[in-house]
């Protein structure tokens, strides 16, 4: 069966240090991986996508960057984070057809000071 | 791009009640609409999806409903529990690559 990890599961920060979040899934291959912030009252917020190793969309502009340097490993990362980055970073992977669902991992919650 | 709002944003039911959520969203071109559950503290889970070939779909006491000329689409709990109590999130699809654009969501509490 497939697994999704995230890590850490929380963090904080000061204004201005670097970010590095990891996400990792078992289980499956190529597949579809999404990175979402959940901020309060404003739902999920699709940030990257990538439907393969090294192939990246953006999907929002802002200081934060994404990679995915083996098949199933995603990783966020900023090199200053700011207070607008606080909220709870969600990883998710899919099949790449269309129709599929996409499955969550347990969360990172950032708070930055 | 594609823009999803859920209405209303916090829904109070007693329980045995039914629970209505309603979704609109912009694109004519989306064609997949997922419902995802949050309970607090937890990741968001799949509880029903329907594609837009499709009009309704039930799964025991869960029903989705679409209206692709109107652009809206709703999710429907019969018989509410307290378990039900969570956050439900409203998707559509947004072009190619399974990408899903989410409205805000909706509290929903099932008062006992």
């Known amino acids: 069966s497939q697994t999704i990890h995230q890590w850490p599961a929380t963090l904080v920060q000061p204004v201005g240090s670097p970010l590095s979040l990891e996400c990792t899934v078992e289980?499956?291959?190529?597949?579809?991986l999404y990175w979402y912030r959940q901020a309060a009252g404003r739902g999920l917020q699709l940030l990257f996508y990538s439907v393969g190793i090294g192939q990246i969309s953006s999907e929002v502009p802002q200081n934060l960057s994404a990679s995915r340097p083996q098949d199933r490993q995603f990783i966020l990362s900023s090199k200053k984070l700011l207070l607008s980055d606080s909220g709870f970073y969600l990883c998710?992977?899919?099949?790449?057809?269309?129709?599929?669902?996409?499955?969550f991992g347990p969360g990172t919650r950032l708070t930055v000071l | 791009g594609e823009n999803v709002e859920q209405h209303p944003s916090t829904l109070s039911v007693q329980e045995g009640d039914s629970a209505v959520i309603k979704c609109t969203y912009s694109d004519s071109a989306s064609n997949y609409f997922p419902w995802y559950k949050q309970e607090l503290g937890k990741r968001p889970q799949l509880i029903i999806d329907?594609?837009?070939?499709?009009g309704e779909k039930k799964d025991q006491r869960i029903a989705v409903t679409l209206n692709k000329t109107a652009k809206h689409f709703s999710l429907h709990i019969t018989e509410t529990q307290p378990e039900d109590s969570a956050v439900y999130f409203c998707a559509a699809s947004l072009g190619g690559n399974n990408r899903l654009a989410f409205g805000k969501g909706n509290q929903v509490v099932v008062i006992p």
């Open positions: 329907i594609r837009s070939n499709v």
């Open positions: 289980g499956t291959s190529n597949p579809n």
């Open positions: 998710a992977w899919s099949l790449g057809r269309s129709y599929n669902e996409q499955f």
